[in-house]
């Protein structure tokens, strides 16, 4: 099956610093998602990015399909932002299942 | 808050027992899964729902039984689990099972097995 890496697995940021995280999978994909895992173990959705640019507030993400790899940038980070962040990608014909990366855990200081 | 509601958010069982896990998702989806996540492992699938047919079992021991009423709710069944099963329960639901759609996530159940 389809290989999910996260890199790096463990950061520490001070507030106010930027970071990003890559995603890097072994082979193509129909669907890729970034994840926050909150303390309280919910999984709540970032960006569905399957190819292409998005962005959300201080958050953005690229997908270069071609050559697999994702990057989840966190521009001006803040306490919340802490927790661990997923990689998730649906490979070939895989029909919808998602195989997910190890995690990056990021905590934020004040 | 996603649309997935999990109940219950915390379970402590022992091996004999037999408990259930319920799922119920509010997006008028198709599909539903659940997931599971042990500590320092990658989230793992264990199965799969689309319309409420099975349409995946990736090599789920027999304790775990799941059951899918309608399209809306998602069980699953508990019995004579192994402390290994202790773990997060996690329950997703998108569009469709076998295309490419976004996944959305419940909150999880915690369990412990003593």
């Known amino acids: 099956g389809i290989q999910v890496e996260q890199s790096p697995p463990d950061l520490i940021l001070q507030e106010g610093a930027n970071s990003t995280l890559r995603c890097n999978f072994s082979?193509?994909?129909?669907?890729l998602q970034w994840f926050h895992q909150n303390p309280w173990g919910q999984l709540i959705n970032l960006f569905y990015?399957?190819?292409g640019t998005k962005q959300n507030g201080r958050l953005s993400a690229t997908t270069v399909a071609t050559e697999r790899y994702s990057l989840l940038y966190i521009s001006s980070s803040q306490t919340t932002d802490s927790g661990v962040y997923f990689c998730?990608?649906?490979?070939?014909?895989?029909?919808?299942?998602?195989?997910f990366g190890g995690g990056t855990r990021l905590m934020v200081k004040p | 808050e996603t649309g997935v509601t999990q109940t219950p958010r915390h379970l402590v069982m022992g091996m004999t027992n037999k408990k259930s896990l319920k799922c119920e998702q509010h997006?008028?989806?198709?599909?539903m899964y659940w997931y599971k996540q042990s500590a320092k492992k990658p989230l793992e699938l264990m199965f799969v729902?689309?319309?409420?047919?099975?349409?995946e079992n990736n090599s789920v021991p027999s304790r775990f039984s799941p059951e899918c009423p309608n399209s809306s709710h998602l069980f699953l069944h508990l019995h004579t689990l192994q402390p290994e099963d202790s773990a997060l329960y996690l329950c997703?639901?998108?569009?469709?099972?076998?295309?490419?759609?976004?996944?959305?996530f419940g909150p999880g159940t915690r369990l412990t097995v003593t």
């Open positions: 998730a990608v649906e490979g070939g014909n895989a029909g919808n299942m998602l195989t």
């Open positions: 082979d193509s994909v129909n669907n």
């Open positions: 997703a639901s998108s569009q469709e099972a076998l295309q490419s759609y976004e996944q959305y």
């Open positions: 997006l008028g989806h198709n599909a």
């Open positions: 729902y689309s319309l409420e047919e099975r349409v």
């Open positions: 990015i399957p190819s």
